[in-house]
């Protein structure tokens, strides 16, 4: 359970600023603003606290909660820009499309491919099948995981994730 503990605001209040922030591509004045409009009289470095402190803790509340999802798996990237800067938007979800996980990332590697595959498999467990596009940094990344899982039958766990590395 997340604590509001000692905060000057109620806690409604503190997570629809931090969800408009999350969610929406607003800057801390403009939340502030709003705030103001509902009669919240705050500064928008209060707001960005907030955002810096709980969103980390919702992020972990939420994956708690999250639904299982299909065992066949379908990963994809592609560049997107944020705040004016291209990044990598690696995703995947199952059949019935539903996200299993995502992740963005300043590089197209295997390292960041591999970065992703490993939160994945956490947040969800491992699949039993990938469908990936043709990309060099994907295939590679996948064909070391299934040499891992491959090793894993046959030596203890602390091995198996110096070989990933």
């Known amino acids: 359970m997340i604590s509001f503990k000692g905060r ?7 997570l629809m600023a931090v969800r ?23 500064d ?20 708690k909660r999250k639904k299982p999802v299909g065992r066949s798996w379908k990963m994809d990237e592609t560049y997107i820009k944020v705040y004016g800067k291209r990044v990598y938007l690696y995703r995947a979800v199952d059949k019935e499309e539903k996200t299993i996980d995502f992740m963005l990332s300043e590089s197209r590697d295997r390292p960041a491919v591999l970065k992703f595959f490993k939160k994945a498999i956490v947040s969800s ?13 994907n295939t590679t990344a996948l064909e ?16 198996a994730d110096k070989i990933l590395e």
């Open 8 to 14: 000057h605001f109620p806690k409604d209040l503190i």
């Open 20 to 42: 408009w922030k999350v969610a929406h591509p607003l800057s801390y004045r403009a939340i502030e603003e709003l705030m103001d409009e509902r009669g919240a009289n705050l």
């Open 44 to 63: 928008h470095s209060t707001v960005q606290k907030w955002v810096v402190h709980y969103a980390p803790l919702l992020e972990l509340e939420f994956r």
């Open 125 to 137: 467990g491992l699949p039993e099948k990938v469908n990936i596009d043709k990309s060099g940094s």
């Open 144 to 159: 070391r995981i299934n040499t891992l899982l491959w090793i894993m039958a046959f030596i203890d766990r602390g091995e």
